[in-house]
């Protein structure tokens, strides 16, 4: 048996964010408090936002204090004002920080409690208020997910939360919103949704459903993601990028991640790295590790991303695709934590801790080929740099 989860209304294309007085209208939801951050405010995407809808007789309320890697007292800042504020829903407005914050205080506001009692394994499935997510970045697929992650300061811990109190109600993807965002952000959010599309395929929880989301998210990604690095103004490049972000968050959303995201978290939990950052900082390492328990499964990301031939055997698919992960990172000068400034005494002292956290997320116990702590650690010194 197989059960999948997908947002109420899910509006794709360029200006569907003109939409969005209809779709409230439709769920019979008029007065929305709209979670975002200080850059999209200082880039007047907000404002274009609150124009629709005050154009079409709605008044919403702003919080924009949200932060990278959301925190439990961000979280709750933003909890405390949406208590006060009479709205009937929560829109989150951006990268995944945002809409991160904007499914926690969603899922809290009608059953208050402290934000570590929904950490995985915990699931949380009643619903609180109608979650509208709006993506601005092509990467988290979180408009699609049923994932949350908060970072606990008290303990430098990222928790991930699941469960379909978590799941957007409605999801607006339009790629016009992600016109002109910097390489270092396109490429970082781009990788990242390339990861949640293969650790989608070959998860041990993936079914036939997540698998031709996952399939076409690597259709779209691997050819487009250079493009729309070095030419931000390319609409056919951003737009394939934003679909298939899309695609591989209803794929991992309905299948999980793995090895990668289970190490990456911890991270940027430590290190404040950006969340795509790590995960490509892992990727080929992991990947590579991985490989030998589903060389079926990998050959076919590759034969997906274009970079193998249909008629090519799986051994020398599987070796094209690493070579690309490899060369996808040098493209897009992609940093080894070494490079990104990050000691390397603070990052063997922390490896334990930081295998421990991984294997506690979840997200290994999907990954083809298990690994220990003492596996993970070895990958953590692999990929330093």
Not at 7 to 26: F, K, S, Y
Not at 35 to 45: E, I
């Amino acid at each position: 048996m197989v059960e999948i989860s997908l947002p109420r209304i899910v509006r794709v294309g360029g200006g569907t964010i003109n939409d969005l007085p209809e779709v409230l209208a439709r769920c019979g939801l008029s007065r929305p408090f709209v979670v975002t951050d200080a850059f999209l405010v200082q880039s007047g995407l907000v404002a274009r936002m609150i124009d629709v809808l005050e154009s079409a007789g709605l008044s919403a309320q702003v919080f924009a204090e949200t932060v990278p890697d959301p925190t439990v007292a961000v979280v709750e800042a933003a909890l405390e004002a949406l208590r006060w504020s009479g709205c009937d829903c929560v829109i989150g407005f951006g990268g995944g920080s945002p809409i991160d914050t904007a499914k926690v205080i969603a899922a809290l506001a009608l059953d208050p409690r402290p934000i570590p009692t929904m950490k995985a394994p915990a699931v949380t499935d009643v619903p609180g208020l109608p979650i509208i997510a709006v993506p601005t970045t092509a990467g988290t697929g979180s408009e699609a997910t049923r994932f949350t992650i908060v970072t606990d300061e008290a303990s430098n811990e990222k928790m991930l939360c699941a469960g379909l109190a978590f799941l957007p109600t409605i999801a607006i993807v339009d790629f016009e919103l992600t016109m002109g965002k910097p390489v270092r952000l396109t490429a970082d959010t781009g990788i990242d949704s390339l990861t949640h599309a293969i650790e989608a395929y070959v998860s041990r929880r993936a079914n036939a459903f997540s698998d031709a989301m996952a399939l076409s998210a690597m259709k779209l990604i691997a050819p487009n993601i250079r493009t729309a690095c070095a030419e931000p103004g390319n609409r056919a490049a951003r737009e394939a990028m934003m679909v298939g972000a899309h695609h591989a968050g209803i794929a991992f959303s309905n299948a999980s991640v793995a090895l990668v995201h289970g190490m990456s978290r911890p991270i940027g939990a430590f290190f404040h790295v950006p969340h795509g950052l790590s995960n490509a900082m892992l990727l080929p390492a992991v990947t590579a590790f991985s490989a030998p328990s589903a060389l079926g499964r990998y050959a076919e990301c590759a034969r997906a991303m274009g970079v193998a031939s249909e008629d090519e055997g799986d051994q020398a698919a599987v070796a094209r695709l690493l070579e690309e992960l490899a060369a996808l990172n040098a493209d897009l000068s992609v940093p080894t934590p070494r490079s990104h400034g990050i000691s390397q005494a603070q990052w063997t002292q922390l490896a334990p801790e930081m295998a421990r956290q991984a294997i506690a997320s979840g997200s290994p116990a999907n990954n083809p080929r298990i690994a220990d702590a003492g596996e993970i650690e070895g990958l953590y010194a692999e990929v330093f740099g």
